[in-house]
């Protein structure tokens, strides 16, 4: 029996930070209020009242009432916000066409009041506000030239508190930083369960929030579940079958699964089975748990193309699912629209130590009424986040520029790894070949390495346009000879540096 030559390949990609000034891509250690709570602001200098709050304010001689009554007054006027902020650019808005979860400025959201649907605001997507508040027993009349209001604290006291007009808040947020000093004051305001049942509410919410976990029902044991995304913990990446996928959260997860009797886990495994991950729907609406006979609110996992149950033939244990990608379309507060799945699926040879490496992939697309598609999503606007995916273009289509990949076994996968902006990646993989042809090796090789479609010049800005030329720049490359003998099989290591 002759065995096919190897090709070990190797790729380093280093990123120099030399001027380079990442948008921070962290969220915010604390909310604070923004100027576009306060309201319009007058001719005269001061701030007219705002419409919205939860109660009006006790109003003094001398002060203007503006914004909505809060519980502490450190932070009044943070429960309401204007439609579009007016900021010069928004930084987080990384989706062309579809709102960015989080992206208070993100005009694609078409929301009157941000807040009160996300969690909270990424930092640079609304305008920072400052407040000074004392008791307002000490204060007989104001002649502040700032903005000034009245608020009535958790205890019932009135605090007198003033505007402060600190342009250097209306930018970049500077986050708190924890240290041994501040940290078990911290711990104590911030502090809470880490984990909290979504059924511990008495009633459900009438729709889906980003983040909420997705609620499935197993009609064959009139069971409710929650929609699981596997993924790997520990320093081997072992499956954890506990987490649980977020609502609008693309997301992408790898892990991998070790078998001591494989004989026995072909057929009796669930998670190596491709009917286990489709046996369910999907509750439109988290509501719908409490009507599940209504199949209005269910929606059935379709399949994309059928896939086979594991069969143990011989030594071999067959149809082992490999990847699983769910599509899942939502149409905003009218819940989730479609679910579909896909299967890739493998063969494993039944020995002792027997491995399979498992990736699962959860996209969420927007409902339209058109076929229209929508531009490439972005790295940055218009700086590169640390991060997101480098950009990358191959004629006029734009795309991720990705290194090779290995599988369980050291061989090059056609699976490839995207490189992220500002971080080191090195890797590399053992090339099985096709043919023993010396005139086809280089060939070949270059190819793995590139992948396809092969990159010609990469995006300056995050927020590049394949179609002004001038925002990206070209890869420069220098082919290299590859020494190979065909009398026997032989290992050869290829480096390919890139530097940006």
Sequence with gaps: MRTSPLVLLQVFFLMAPEGVHPQPSSPPARAVPTSSDLGPRSQGGTLQPSSEGAETPWAVPGTSTVGPTVGTPSAPGNRTMDLFPVLPICVCDLTPGTCDINCCCDRDCYLLHPRRVFSFCLPGSVRSSSWV???????????????????MDLNGIRQFCVHVNNSKLNYFQELQKVNASNFQALATEF?????????????????????DPILTYFSEWSVIGLLRQPAGVGAGGLCTESNPAGFLESKSTTCARFFKNLANSCTLDPALDAASYYNFTVLKLPRGMTDLQNMKFQVPVTLVSQAGSPLLAGNTCQNVVSEVIYEIETNGTFGIQKVSVSFGQTNLTVEPGASLQQHFIIRFTAFQSTAASLPAPRSGNPGYIVGKPLLALTGDMSHSMTLLQSQGDGTCSVRRHEVQFGVNSMSGCKLRLKKVDCSHLQQEVYQTLHGRPRPEHVAIFGNADPAQKGQWTRILGRNCSVSVRKERPVLTKTHFPVFL
């Design 133 to 151: 508040c004392v008791d307002n027993s000490l204060i007989f009349r104001s002649n502040s030239p700032f903005p000034s209001r009245v608020f």
């Design 191 to 211: 502090g809470g369960k880490s984990f909290t049942s979504i059924f511990q509410t008495q009633s459900p919410l009438p729709f889906y929030r980003a983040g």
